[in-house]
Nanobody, 127 residues
Protein backbone atom coordinates (compact mmCIF):
# COMPACT_ATOMS: atom_id res chain seq x y z
CA UNK A 1 0.00 0.00 0.00
CA UNK A 2 1.30 3.44 -0.92
CA UNK A 3 1.42 5.76 2.06
CA UNK A 4 2.93 9.04 3.12
CA UNK A 5 3.08 9.97 6.80
CA UNK A 6 4.01 13.58 7.45
CA UNK A 7 4.96 15.12 10.78
CA UNK A 8 6.88 17.98 12.31
CA UNK A 9 4.71 21.05 11.99
CA UNK A 10 4.08 23.47 14.80
CA UNK A 11 4.22 27.03 16.04
CA UNK A 12 7.49 28.91 15.84
CA UNK A 13 8.60 32.52 16.08
CA UNK A 14 9.89 34.35 13.06
CA UNK A 15 13.52 33.50 12.48
CA UNK A 16 13.11 30.06 13.98
CA UNK A 17 13.47 26.62 12.45
CA UNK A 18 11.38 23.52 11.95
CA UNK A 19 12.00 20.19 10.28
CA UNK A 20 9.19 18.38 8.52
CA UNK A 21 9.42 14.64 7.93
CA UNK A 22 7.48 12.41 5.60
CA UNK A 23 7.81 8.63 5.85
CA UNK A 24 7.30 6.91 2.52
CA UNK A 25 6.05 3.39 1.95
CA UNK A 26 4.94 1.43 -1.08
CA UNK A 27 7.18 3.21 -3.60
CA UNK A 28 10.31 2.00 -5.31
CA UNK A 29 13.19 4.41 -5.12
CA UNK A 30 14.19 4.18 -8.78
CA UNK A 31 11.33 6.35 -10.04
CA UNK A 32 10.30 8.23 -6.91
CA UNK A 33 9.33 11.86 -7.24
CA UNK A 34 8.46 13.44 -3.92
CA UNK A 35 8.06 16.92 -2.62
CA UNK A 36 6.61 19.40 -0.24
CA UNK A 37 3.65 21.55 -1.16
CA UNK A 38 1.97 24.19 0.93
CA UNK A 39 -1.29 26.05 0.99
CA UNK A 40 -1.83 29.24 2.90
CA UNK A 41 -5.34 30.53 3.68
CA UNK A 42 -6.90 32.07 0.59
CA UNK A 43 -3.98 31.09 -1.63
CA UNK A 44 -3.32 28.43 -4.20
CA UNK A 45 -1.33 25.37 -3.28
CA UNK A 46 2.28 25.67 -4.36
CA UNK A 47 5.11 23.22 -4.71
CA UNK A 48 8.05 24.57 -2.76
CA UNK A 49 10.64 21.82 -2.78
CA UNK A 50 10.88 18.53 -4.61
CA UNK A 51 13.23 15.61 -5.17
CA UNK A 52 13.49 13.27 -8.11
CA UNK A 53 15.33 9.98 -7.70
CA UNK A 54 15.27 9.19 -11.43
CA UNK A 55 16.87 12.51 -12.37
CA UNK A 56 18.94 12.79 -9.21
CA UNK A 57 18.01 16.40 -8.64
CA UNK A 58 16.17 18.69 -6.27
CA UNK A 59 14.19 21.87 -6.71
CA UNK A 60 13.67 24.75 -4.32
CA UNK A 61 11.14 27.45 -5.04
CA UNK A 62 12.52 30.99 -5.18
CA UNK A 63 10.75 32.31 -2.09
CA UNK A 64 12.40 29.69 0.13
CA UNK A 65 15.77 29.38 -1.57
CA UNK A 66 18.56 29.72 0.94
CA UNK A 67 16.21 28.99 3.83
CA UNK A 68 14.68 25.57 3.11
CA UNK A 69 16.48 22.34 2.25
CA UNK A 70 14.99 19.08 1.04
CA UNK A 71 16.72 15.77 1.63
CA UNK A 72 15.88 12.11 1.25
CA UNK A 73 17.17 9.35 3.50
CA UNK A 74 16.94 6.18 1.44
CA UNK A 75 17.74 3.97 4.44
CA UNK A 76 14.79 5.39 6.36
CA UNK A 77 12.52 5.97 3.34
CA UNK A 78 11.91 9.46 4.63
CA UNK A 79 12.00 12.87 3.03
CA UNK A 80 12.79 15.90 5.14
CA UNK A 81 12.23 19.60 4.75
CA UNK A 82 14.57 21.65 6.91
CA UNK A 83 13.11 25.13 7.29
CA UNK A 84 15.30 27.88 8.67
CA UNK A 85 14.81 31.62 9.05
CA UNK A 86 11.07 31.14 8.98
CA UNK A 87 8.88 34.10 8.13
CA UNK A 88 5.21 34.77 8.90
CA UNK A 89 4.47 34.33 5.19
CA UNK A 90 5.63 30.72 5.49
CA UNK A 91 2.52 30.02 7.56
CA UNK A 92 0.55 27.35 5.75
CA UNK A 93 -0.53 23.74 5.78
CA UNK A 94 2.35 21.71 4.41
CA UNK A 95 1.80 18.48 2.52
CA UNK A 96 4.15 15.87 1.20
CA UNK A 97 3.18 14.27 -2.06
CA UNK A 98 4.72 11.56 -4.18
CA UNK A 99 4.39 9.60 -7.35
CA UNK A 100 6.25 6.83 -9.12
CA UNK A 101 7.25 8.78 -12.19
CA UNK A 102 10.34 9.75 -14.15
CA UNK A 103 10.38 13.52 -14.03
CA UNK A 104 12.64 16.40 -13.13
CA UNK A 105 12.14 17.76 -9.63
CA UNK A 106 11.12 21.24 -10.82
CA UNK A 107 8.47 19.81 -13.13
CA UNK A 108 7.11 17.65 -10.32
CA UNK A 109 6.77 20.67 -8.06
CA UNK A 110 4.76 22.45 -10.76
CA UNK A 111 2.31 19.63 -11.30
CA UNK A 112 -1.29 20.40 -10.46
CA UNK A 113 -2.05 16.71 -9.98
CA UNK A 114 -0.02 14.27 -7.91
CA UNK A 115 -1.18 10.75 -7.22
CA UNK A 116 -0.47 10.33 -3.53
CA UNK A 117 -0.72 12.87 -0.74
CA UNK A 118 0.05 12.72 2.93
CA UNK A 119 -2.03 14.47 5.56
CA UNK A 120 -1.17 18.10 5.94
CA UNK A 121 0.78 19.46 8.84
CA UNK A 122 0.24 23.02 10.05
CA UNK A 123 3.19 25.39 10.24
CA UNK A 124 2.50 28.70 11.94
CA UNK A 125 5.14 31.40 12.14
CA UNK A 126 4.43 34.25 14.53
CA UNK A 127 5.90 37.71 14.05
Amino acid sequence: EVQLQASGGGLVQAGGSLTLSCAVSGFTFDDLAIGWFRQAPGKKREGISCFSSSEGNTYIEDSVTGRFTISYDNAKNTVYLQMNSLKPEDTAVYYCAAEGVIIRAAAFCRRSFVEVWGKGTQVTVSS
